[in-house]
């Protein structure tokens, strides 16, 4: 089981499961993830959910670089299997607060994208890898131009792995409302989603739509252009491999970088 999913007085426990890879996601992590934001939908018992990732090194690191997905040929048209991953992918406007342990980065934005807020331990860390293997940062960018102001995520997005934004710089540039411990994030977390399942549901669900609402226009128009921008500036995958392959030969996850 990659996903493990606990339920306590209305408040629903979703726990990435696979810390042994970061995180990451596989085919079987993504639909297993889709399953679950359908499944809570459509559970009346819930209404708040906590988000989080199993063991203290990452809460996501995005894509699982073993997962092959096979293209279309045309520069139009791109398969993503991060792109049903998140809650509001699969209409679920019940709030979804993520607690963040260890490291977030690429793919893990769809996910943090599409919660309501974020509570982050201290040691936690922030970036995106893309541009460093010759990818298109679309998505990722996107959804964090919705949180960031638009110079902080520009610098995450075309520093890639050379830079890292701390929990501290994070809760500055608003992308976190409260950093706290570590080991403490997931109770933080879980605090405030029983305060928010404690009142009425038609309420707090209207809320997260009004909330939403005010900034959905602009960015369901920058997602139209996501898929064509990432089609047409990749790297052939051979080049992404071996940017991958020469990073991992001169470098480790944990070095190489600069906090801030």
């Known amino acids: 089981m990659t996903v493990r999913t606990e339920i306590t007085d209305g408040v629903a426990l979703v726990t990435l499961d696979r810390p042994e890879r970061h995180n ?12 679950t934001w359908r499944a809570i ?5 819930v209404r708040a959910v906590v988000l989080t990732g199993a063991g203290g090194s990452a809460f996501c690191t995005g894509i699982d670089r073993s997962v092959s997905v096979p293209q279309p040929s045309s520069p139009y048209a791109i398969d993503d299997p991060l792109l049903t ?9 019940k709030p979804v607060i993520a607690a963040v342990n260890g490291m977030a980065c690429g793919g893990a ?19 995106d890898p893309h541009t460093t293997y010759g990818m298109v940062s679309a998505y990722e960018a996107i959804g964090m131009a919705q949180r960031m102001p638009f110079g902080e995520v520009a610098r995450m997005s075309l520093m890639g792995t050379a830079e890292r934004l701390s929990a501290a710089r994070a809760y500055e540039t608003g992308l976190v409302s409260e950093v706290v411990p570590d080991g403490e994030a997931a109770g933080a977390a879980l605090r405030a989603a029983a305060v928010i399942a404690g009142y009425p549901t038609a309420a707090v669900q209207g ?3 009004a909330v939403w609402s005010a900034r959905e226009a602009v960015r369901a128009q920058a997602l139209a252009g996501a898929p064509q921008l990432i089609a047409l500036g990749n790297a052939a995958p051979e080049l992404q491999e071996q940017l991958f392959a020469a990073r991992r030969t001169g470098d480790t996850a944990r070095r190489g970088h600069r906090v801030r």
């Open 24 to 35: 990451a996601i596989d085919l079987e992590t993504a639909a297993a993830l889709a399953a």
């Open 41 to 45: 939908r459509s559970d009346d018992g």
């Open 85 to 93: 991953v998140g809650p509001k992918a699969n209409d679920l406007w």
């Open 109 to 127: 934005f769809y996910l943090l994208g599409e919660c309501e807020f974020l509570i982050s331990a201290e040691s936690a860390t922030f970036f």
């Open 207 to 209: 809320t997260v739509r």
